[in-house]
């Protein structure tokens, strides 16, 4: 018997349908509520817990059965990086109707839709640079590079006034570094041939030359971005990708220096363009240029962002707010906030170097795998614990295999204990 499902046999997914884990891992079940986005291979829906504690989320799921492996992948990244702050916190994960999905906190608006309505200043650009610059840091120090760095990628968080930015969308991510008790972190070999990775607008040269990317390749589309924020890109509304990468090999460098308002940006091109791919950037030297120049500014890292009273009232917020926010913060806080990103920055968690390098016969993923599989047996011993639990405390009648009637053997309970009156 053919088991595979047509696709009219997908349950279609809609305002209102129940999602749960099919493997019965666990029984928490949520409710869809209104779809927030659409991808090649998944859908996004913002959804409700069922049961308490009610609990609003975003809940992203495959289209088809077994249809793709990014969902799994996301899943797996989130582990890794929910614990490192200011990161997406994964709230469950399972498979429903053969399709992957994950549960995941909601954020607010991407920096792409607020810029698409809300110009930005050179203030606002230099503050959005230091808060997504720790978001970005911190994910390469879990161990990933996120290889489609943009604004559409960056999100707000959904409380009023908070200027904490979220990175989303592990899709195109890639594991670049791993970490063993014995040696620390090693770097992966740099692979003599990459597909293309990332978005046209914001893909650094070495996408376009299909070479392994870097740290300092989410760094450079992270520079685009900023760039736009300020100035179109010169090759913004071209499709072509010949004629993109040679804008950004031999235009972008003289249109980054001829406009005085990107001069603090050229600071930091410069910086990157001499990062090699098994090097560390220098995030503490590239956050001294942006807060040398927010205080030129006179501007704050904790002033709230100006396009805050803009959204106070946009659906994507927690809550509806009446008032407008115009409390700048105290000194003391926006030391504190300060010293917490200088802290941040000059952390070195992975570090960089020929040095750190595997050797060529070692295997990349060997003690990831040792490390899996031992993750896999403590949560089949879980499983088996509760499993084991649950059979003791049951007290209702079960049948043994699929028999019926007469043949029908009892389990639980003895069957001296069945009286004329009992139903199964």
């Given at each position: 018997m053919n088991d595979i499902k047509k696709p009219t046999d997908y349950v279609v997914l809609k305002s209102g349908?129940?999602?749960?884990?099919?493997?019965?891992?666990?029984?928490?079940?949520?409710?869809?509520?209104?779809?927030?986005?659409?991808?090649?291979?998944?859908?996004?829906f913002q959804a409700e817990r069922v049961e308490p504690?009610?609990?609003?989320?975003?809940?992203?799921?495959?289209?088809?059965?077994?249809?793709?492996?990014?969902?799994?992948?996301?899943?797996?990244?989130?582990?890794?990086?929910?614990n490192t702050g200011k990161s997406m916190v994964l709230y469950d994960s399972g498979v429903y109707d053969g399709r992957n999905?994950?549960?995941?906190?909601?954020?607010?608006?991407?920096?792409?839709?607020?810029?698409?309505?809300?110009?930005?200043?050179?203030?606002?650009?230099?503050?959005?640079?230091l808060h997504s610059l720790f978001s970005l840091k911190k994910f390469h120090d879990s161990g990933f590079l996120h290889r489609d760095v943009k604004d559409a990628n960056f999100a707000l968080s959904r409380s009023y006034g908070s200027n904490d930015i979220y990175i989303i969308d592990f899709g195109m991510?890639?594991?670049?570094?791993?970490?063993?008790?014995?040696?620390?972190?090693?770097l992966r070999k740099k692979r003599e041939f990459a597909d293309f990775r990332g978005t046209l607008c914001f893909a650094s040269l070495a996408a376009h030359k299909r070479q392994d990317l870097s740290r300092a390749d989410d760094l450079i589309s992270w520079l685009y971005?900023?760039?736009?924020?300020?100035?179109?890109?010169?090759?913004?509304?071209?499709?072509?990708?010949?004629?993109?990468?040679?804008?950004?090999?031999?235009?972008?460098?003289?249109?980054?220096?001829?406009?005085?308002s990107l001069q603090t940006l050229s600071l930091i091109w410069n910086e990157l363009e001499s990062v090699q791919f098994t090097d560390r950037p220098n995030y503490?030297?590239?956050?001294?240029?942006?807060?040398?120049?927010l205080y030129q500014l006179n501007g704050r890292l904790n002033d709230p962002l100006c396009f805050w009273n803009k959204l106070r009232n946009e659906p994507e917020m927690e809550e509806k707010i009446d008032a407008e926010l115009d409390t700048r913060p105290s000194d003391e806080r926006?030391?504190?906030?300060?010293?917490?990103?200088?802290?941040?920055?000059?952390?070195?968690?992975?570090?960089?170097?020929?040095?750190?390098?595997?050797?060529?016969?070692?295997?990349f993923f060997e003690y990831l795998k040792k490390e899996k599989e031992v993750e896999k047996k403590k949560k089949g011993e879980e499983k088996k614990t509760i499993s084991n639990t649950s059979k003791s405390k049951s007290s209702g009648y079960k049948y043994k295999g699929q028999k019926k009637g007469k043949e029908a053997k009892l389990i639980g309970k003895q069957k001296k204990d069945v009286g004329p009156g009992t139903k199964f």
């Open positions: 349908s129940i999602v749960k884990d099919d493997s019965g891992r666990n029984s928490i079940q949520w409710r869809l509520a209104k779809k927030l986005g659409e991808g090649a291979y998944g859908l996004v504690p009610e609990q609003l989320a975003a809940l992203k799921i495959e289209k088809e059965p077994n249809g793709d492996k990014t969902i799994r992948l996301e899943r797996e990244i989130m582990r890794d990086f929910e999905f994950i549960v995941m906190n909601l954020v607010g608006p991407d920096l792409r839709k607020i810029h698409q309505s809300t110009p930005f200043d050179e203030k606002t650009c230099i503050k959005l640079a991510a890639r594991r670049y570094a791993r970490k063993d008790p014995s040696q620390g972190y090693r971005m900023l760039c736009d924020f300020l100035k179109p890109l010169p090759w913004a509304n071209t499709e072509n990708e010949e004629k993109v990468e040679a804008m950004k090999e031999f235009h972008f460098k003289t249109w980054l220096t001829s406009h005085p503490r030297h590239i956050g001294d240029i942006l807060i040398d120049r926006e030391k504190k906030a300060l010293d917490e990103l200088k802290s941040e920055l000059s952390k070195v968690v992975v570090p960089g170097g020929l040095e750190y390098v595997l050797k060529e016969d070692d295997d």
